[in-house]
Protein backbone atom coordinates (compact mmCIF):
# COMPACT_ATOMS: atom_id res chain seq x y z
CA UNK A 1 0.00 0.00 0.00
CA UNK A 2 2.67 2.32 -0.35
CA UNK A 3 3.68 4.86 1.86
CA UNK A 4 1.61 4.19 4.68
CA UNK A 5 -1.74 2.95 5.75
CA UNK A 6 -3.61 5.31 7.65
CA UNK A 7 -6.89 6.44 6.34
CA UNK A 8 -7.86 10.12 7.34
CA UNK A 9 -11.78 10.22 7.20
CA UNK A 10 -11.62 13.31 10.07
CA UNK A 11 -12.69 10.68 13.14
CA UNK A 12 -12.79 12.03 16.08
CA UNK A 13 -12.66 9.43 19.46
CA UNK A 14 -14.42 12.58 21.53
CA UNK A 15 -16.94 13.74 18.98
CA UNK A 16 -17.40 10.12 18.26
CA UNK A 17 -18.43 9.28 21.36
CA UNK A 18 -20.60 12.07 22.20
CA UNK A 19 -22.75 11.46 19.46
CA UNK A 20 -23.18 8.02 20.13
CA UNK A 21 -23.80 9.24 23.82
CA UNK A 22 -26.91 11.79 21.73
CA UNK A 23 -27.62 8.70 19.75
CA UNK A 24 -28.19 6.36 22.27
CA UNK A 25 -30.27 9.26 24.36
CA UNK A 26 -32.74 9.67 21.25
CA UNK A 27 -33.12 6.15 20.90
CA UNK A 28 -34.15 5.95 24.76
CA UNK A 29 -36.33 8.98 24.29
CA UNK A 30 -38.36 7.20 21.08
CA UNK A 31 -38.81 4.18 23.07
CA UNK A 32 -40.32 6.09 25.96
CA UNK A 33 -42.18 8.29 23.41
CA UNK A 34 -43.39 4.85 21.81
CA UNK A 35 -44.77 3.59 25.07
CA UNK A 36 -46.70 6.33 25.93
CA UNK A 37 -48.04 6.21 22.43
CA UNK A 38 -49.24 2.62 23.40
CA UNK A 39 -50.40 3.70 26.67
CA UNK A 40 -52.42 6.78 24.68
CA UNK A 41 -50.97 9.90 25.61
CA UNK A 42 -51.55 10.93 22.35
CA UNK A 43 -55.25 9.55 21.70
CA UNK A 44 -57.29 5.78 21.78
CA UNK A 45 -55.46 4.42 24.72
CA UNK A 46 -56.05 3.76 28.30
CA UNK A 47 -54.63 7.01 29.54
CA UNK A 48 -57.07 8.20 26.92
CA UNK A 49 -60.04 7.00 27.68
CA UNK A 50 -62.84 8.96 30.09
CA UNK A 51 -65.58 9.01 31.62
CA UNK A 52 -67.86 11.26 33.64
CA UNK A 53 -70.93 11.38 35.17
CA UNK A 54 -73.06 14.69 36.27
CA UNK A 55 -73.95 14.32 39.87
CA UNK A 56 -77.00 13.55 40.42
CA UNK A 57 -76.25 10.26 37.90
CA UNK A 58 -78.49 11.33 34.62
CA UNK A 59 -75.85 11.99 32.42
CA UNK A 60 -72.90 9.55 31.42
CA UNK A 61 -70.18 10.61 28.84
CA UNK A 62 -67.02 8.97 27.35
CA UNK A 63 -64.65 10.46 25.57
CA UNK A 64 -61.20 10.99 24.71
CA UNK A 65 -59.30 12.83 26.86
CA UNK A 66 -56.18 13.11 24.49
CA UNK A 67 -57.26 13.65 20.60
CA UNK A 68 -55.40 14.18 17.27
CA UNK A 69 -56.30 17.62 15.23
CA UNK A 70 -58.21 16.68 12.02
CA UNK A 71 -58.80 12.51 12.71
CA UNK A 72 -61.94 11.10 13.93
CA UNK A 73 -63.21 10.62 17.63
CA UNK A 74 -66.37 10.02 19.55
CA UNK A 75 -68.17 11.74 21.94
CA UNK A 76 -70.87 9.41 23.60
CA UNK A 77 -73.34 10.61 25.90
CA UNK A 78 -75.75 8.10 27.75
CA UNK A 79 -79.14 9.93 29.63
CA UNK A 80 -81.18 7.89 31.84
CA UNK A 81 -84.94 7.81 30.88
CA UNK A 82 -85.53 10.16 33.66
CA UNK A 83 -84.49 12.99 31.72
CA UNK A 84 -87.39 12.42 29.09
CA UNK A 85 -90.01 15.30 29.49
CA UNK A 86 -93.21 14.61 26.75
CA UNK A 87 -91.57 11.98 25.32
CA UNK A 88 -88.49 13.87 24.43
CA UNK A 89 -84.79 14.39 25.68
CA UNK A 90 -83.14 17.57 25.24
CA UNK A 91 -79.41 17.75 25.13
CA UNK A 92 -77.48 20.46 25.31
CA UNK A 93 -73.44 21.10 24.36
CA UNK A 94 -71.44 23.97 24.93
CA UNK A 95 -71.61 26.45 22.13
CA UNK A 96 -67.82 26.96 22.85
CA UNK A 97 -66.99 23.40 22.41
CA UNK A 98 -68.82 22.82 19.50
CA UNK A 99 -66.74 25.56 18.25
CA UNK A 100 -63.56 23.80 18.15
CA UNK A 101 -64.99 20.52 16.20
CA UNK A 102 -66.98 19.44 13.46
CA UNK A 103 -69.89 17.32 14.15
CA UNK A 104 -69.63 14.59 11.80
CA UNK A 105 -72.64 12.46 12.58
CA UNK A 106 -75.04 12.54 15.53
CA UNK A 107 -76.75 8.83 16.24
CA UNK A 108 -79.45 8.97 16.35
CA UNK A 109 -80.18 11.79 14.69
CA UNK A 110 -81.89 14.35 16.49
CA UNK A 111 -85.70 15.25 15.80
CA UNK A 112 -84.45 19.23 16.45
CA UNK A 113 -81.35 21.08 16.87
CA UNK A 114 -82.18 24.47 18.53
CA UNK A 115 -79.48 27.00 19.13
CA UNK A 116 -79.36 30.37 21.03
CA UNK A 117 -77.65 31.11 24.42
CA UNK A 118 -74.35 29.39 25.05
CA UNK A 119 -75.49 26.08 23.84
CA UNK A 120 -76.70 23.76 21.00
CA UNK A 121 -80.01 21.94 22.60
CA UNK A 122 -80.03 18.29 20.47
CA UNK A 123 -83.83 16.93 21.26
CA UNK A 124 -84.18 13.46 20.46
CA UNK A 125 -87.53 11.20 20.74
CA UNK A 126 -87.64 8.81 23.88
CA UNK A 127 -89.62 5.90 22.74
CA UNK A 128 -88.27 3.60 25.49
CA UNK A 129 -89.25 4.48 29.21
CA UNK A 130 -86.96 2.49 31.04
CA UNK A 131 -83.85 2.43 28.65
CA UNK A 132 -81.48 5.14 29.32
CA UNK A 133 -81.16 6.93 25.48
CA UNK A 134 -77.19 6.21 24.17
CA UNK A 135 -76.09 9.22 21.57
CA UNK A 136 -73.18 8.63 19.71
CA UNK A 137 -71.30 12.47 18.81
CA UNK A 138 -68.83 11.50 15.88
CA UNK A 139 -66.86 14.74 15.79
CA UNK A 140 -63.25 15.84 14.48
CA UNK A 141 -61.65 18.07 16.21
CA UNK A 142 -60.50 21.11 14.53
CA UNK A 143 -58.33 23.48 16.58
CA UNK A 144 -55.89 22.42 18.73
CA UNK A 145 -55.03 22.88 22.51
CA UNK A 146 -57.28 22.22 25.82
CA UNK A 147 -60.83 22.70 25.64
CA UNK A 148 -63.48 22.83 28.42
CA UNK A 149 -66.75 21.22 27.58
CA UNK A 150 -70.22 20.86 29.19
CA UNK A 151 -72.94 18.68 28.20
CA UNK A 152 -76.76 18.25 30.06
CA UNK A 153 -79.60 16.93 29.51
CA UNK A 154 -82.82 18.98 30.77
CA UNK A 155 -83.62 18.78 33.81
CA UNK A 156 -80.01 17.41 35.23
CA UNK A 157 -76.87 18.61 36.45
CA UNK A 158 -74.64 19.25 33.71
CA UNK A 159 -71.45 17.44 33.05
CA UNK A 160 -68.06 19.07 32.61
CA UNK A 161 -64.97 17.40 31.28
CA UNK A 162 -61.76 18.79 29.08
CA UNK A 163 -59.85 17.52 25.88
CA UNK A 164 -56.69 18.07 24.93
CA UNK A 165 -56.25 18.36 20.85
CA UNK A 166 -52.42 17.77 19.52
CA UNK A 167 -51.86 19.42 16.10
CA UNK B 1 -52.26 3.91 20.33
CA UNK B 2 -53.56 3.44 16.66
CA UNK B 3 -50.81 4.89 14.46
CA UNK B 4 -48.21 2.51 16.32
CA UNK B 5 -49.91 -0.19 15.86
CA UNK B 6 -51.16 0.06 12.56
CA UNK B 7 -47.38 1.09 11.50
CA UNK B 8 -46.13 -2.52 13.11
CA UNK B 9 -49.08 -4.22 11.15
CA UNK B 10 -47.72 -2.63 8.12
CA UNK B 11 -43.89 -3.33 8.63
CA UNK B 12 -44.85 -6.89 9.58
CA UNK B 13 -46.96 -7.03 6.30
CA UNK B 14 -43.97 -5.41 3.99
CA UNK B 15 -41.22 -7.33 5.95
CA UNK B 16 -42.96 -11.26 4.83
CA UNK B 17 -44.45 -10.06 1.36
CA UNK B 18 -40.17 -8.78 0.63
CA UNK B 19 -38.83 -11.83 2.21
CA UNK B 20 -40.96 -14.26 0.39
CA UNK B 21 -40.80 -12.29 -3.33
CA UNK B 22 -36.91 -13.00 -3.07
CA UNK B 23 -33.50 -11.42 -3.13
CA UNK B 24 -34.12 -9.87 -6.68
CA UNK B 25 -37.62 -8.31 -6.22
CA UNK B 26 -36.19 -4.70 -5.23
CA UNK B 27 -32.94 -4.65 -6.02
CA UNK B 28 -32.21 -3.23 -9.38
CA UNK B 29 -34.54 -0.89 -10.03
CA UNK B 30 -36.29 -1.25 -13.56
CA UNK B 31 -38.76 1.83 -14.20
CA UNK B 32 -41.39 -0.53 -14.00
CA UNK B 33 -40.13 -1.77 -10.05
CA UNK B 34 -39.63 2.28 -9.26
CA UNK B 35 -43.79 2.66 -10.27
CA UNK B 36 -44.57 -0.40 -8.40
CA UNK B 37 -42.80 1.03 -5.73
CA UNK B 38 -44.55 4.07 -5.64
CA UNK B 39 -48.22 2.38 -6.04
CA UNK B 40 -47.23 0.26 -3.00
CA UNK B 41 -46.20 3.26 -0.93
CA UNK B 42 -49.29 4.80 -1.51
CA UNK B 43 -51.44 2.15 -0.64
CA UNK B 44 -49.06 1.67 2.26
CA UNK B 45 -50.02 5.44 2.97
CA UNK B 46 -54.03 4.46 3.90
CA UNK B 47 -53.41 1.66 6.20
CA UNK B 48 -51.21 3.79 7.75
CA UNK B 49 -52.87 7.12 8.34
CA UNK B 50 -56.18 6.16 7.68
CA UNK B 51 -58.80 9.26 8.22
CA UNK B 52 -56.08 10.95 10.38
CA UNK B 53 -54.65 14.30 9.50
CA UNK B 54 -52.62 15.16 12.54
CA UNK B 55 -49.11 16.20 12.77
CA UNK B 56 -49.45 14.17 15.86
CA UNK B 57 -50.50 11.30 13.98
CA UNK B 58 -47.57 11.19 11.37
CA UNK B 59 -44.94 12.21 13.52
CA UNK B 60 -45.37 8.78 15.55
CA UNK B 61 -45.79 6.76 11.83
CA UNK B 62 -42.46 7.88 11.49
CA UNK B 63 -40.66 7.34 14.93
CA UNK B 64 -41.99 3.73 14.80
CA UNK B 65 -41.18 2.70 11.14
CA UNK B 66 -37.66 4.44 12.54
CA UNK B 67 -37.26 2.50 15.97
CA UNK B 68 -38.96 -0.63 14.42
CA UNK B 69 -36.10 -0.66 11.81
CA UNK B 70 -33.74 0.03 13.93
CA UNK B 71 -34.70 -2.58 16.51
CA UNK B 72 -35.05 -5.62 13.49
CA UNK B 73 -31.23 -4.12 12.35
CA UNK B 74 -30.14 -4.34 16.48
CA UNK B 75 -32.27 -8.75 16.75
CA UNK B 76 -30.14 -8.91 13.19
CA UNK B 77 -26.78 -8.24 14.63
CA UNK B 78 -27.66 -10.31 18.07
CA UNK B 79 -29.24 -13.16 16.71
CA UNK B 80 -28.20 -15.06 13.45
CA UNK B 81 -31.48 -16.84 13.25
CA UNK B 82 -33.12 -13.72 13.09
CA UNK B 83 -31.12 -12.29 10.28
CA UNK B 84 -31.44 -15.57 8.44
CA UNK B 85 -34.93 -15.39 8.83
CA UNK B 86 -35.66 -11.67 7.67
CA UNK B 87 -32.71 -11.39 5.07
CA UNK B 88 -31.46 -14.64 3.84
CA UNK B 89 -27.88 -15.29 3.03
CA UNK B 90 -25.64 -14.84 0.11
CA UNK B 91 -25.85 -17.19 -2.72
CA UNK B 92 -22.82 -18.50 -4.60
CA UNK B 93 -23.61 -18.25 -8.15
CA UNK B 94 -20.18 -18.88 -9.63
CA UNK B 95 -17.67 -20.37 -7.98
CA UNK B 96 -14.17 -21.19 -9.13
CA UNK B 97 -15.17 -20.05 -12.66
CA UNK B 98 -17.73 -22.39 -12.36
CA UNK B 99 -21.12 -21.20 -13.29
CA UNK B 100 -23.52 -22.83 -11.26
CA UNK B 101 -26.85 -23.91 -13.24
CA UNK B 102 -29.19 -24.47 -10.14
CA UNK B 103 -28.70 -21.71 -7.85
CA UNK B 104 -28.70 -19.26 -10.81
CA UNK B 105 -32.21 -20.65 -11.89
CA UNK B 106 -33.34 -21.05 -8.27
CA UNK B 107 -32.99 -16.91 -8.12
CA UNK B 108 -33.58 -16.63 -11.77
CA UNK B 109 -30.19 -14.92 -12.38
CA UNK B 110 -29.12 -14.98 -15.64
CA UNK B 111 -25.27 -15.30 -17.38
CA UNK B 112 -26.31 -11.70 -19.12
CA UNK B 113 -26.79 -10.34 -15.88
CA UNK B 114 -23.64 -11.54 -13.93
CA UNK B 115 -21.52 -9.85 -16.77
CA UNK B 116 -23.30 -6.89 -16.41
CA UNK B 117 -22.40 -6.52 -12.21
CA UNK B 118 -18.98 -7.86 -14.02
CA UNK B 119 -18.64 -5.11 -16.50
CA UNK B 120 -20.04 -2.56 -14.09
CA UNK B 121 -18.33 -3.24 -10.82
CA UNK B 122 -14.90 -4.77 -11.84
CA UNK B 123 -14.36 -3.97 -15.61
CA UNK B 124 -14.69 -7.23 -16.78
CA UNK B 125 -16.09 -8.56 -20.13
CA UNK B 126 -15.42 -11.92 -19.91
CA UNK B 127 -17.04 -14.86 -18.15
CA UNK B 128 -13.47 -16.85 -17.95
CA UNK B 129 -12.32 -13.76 -15.73
CA UNK B 130 -14.69 -13.95 -12.92
CA UNK B 131 -13.67 -16.46 -10.23
CA UNK B 132 -16.57 -16.00 -8.22
CA UNK B 133 -20.18 -14.06 -8.49
CA UNK B 134 -22.13 -13.95 -5.22
CA UNK B 135 -25.73 -12.69 -5.12
CA UNK B 136 -25.98 -10.89 -1.88
CA UNK B 137 -28.64 -10.34 1.27
CA UNK B 138 -29.15 -6.83 -0.71
CA UNK B 139 -30.22 -8.22 -3.77
CA UNK B 140 -26.96 -7.44 -5.68
CA UNK B 141 -24.38 -9.26 -7.30
CA UNK B 142 -20.56 -9.14 -5.79
CA UNK B 143 -18.00 -10.58 -8.59
CA UNK B 144 -14.33 -11.42 -7.01
CA UNK B 145 -12.20 -11.71 -10.45
CA UNK B 146 -10.05 -14.64 -11.51
CA UNK B 147 -6.67 -12.84 -10.40
CA UNK B 148 -3.78 -12.52 -12.52
CA UNK B 149 -1.37 -15.01 -11.76
CA UNK B 150 -3.77 -17.65 -12.40
Known amino acids: ?167 | MDPVLRTLAVYAVLLVVFRLAGKRSMAQLTTFDLLLLLVVSEATQQALLGEDFSLTGATLVIVTLVAVERTADFLRWRFGWFARATQGRPVVLVAGGKVLAEPMARNHVTESEILAAARSSQGISDMAQIDYAILEESGTISILPRSRSD
Open chain 1, 1 to 167: MGGGNRVDVGDDPVRRRREWRLERTAWALAALLLLLALAGLFGGGPLSWAGAGSPDGVVHLSYDRFVRGYSPTTLEVSIAPQAAREGRIRLGVSQEFLETVAVQNVTPQPLRVVGGGDALVYEFAADRAEQPLTVAFDLQAEQTGLHRAEVGAEGAQPVRFWQFVYP
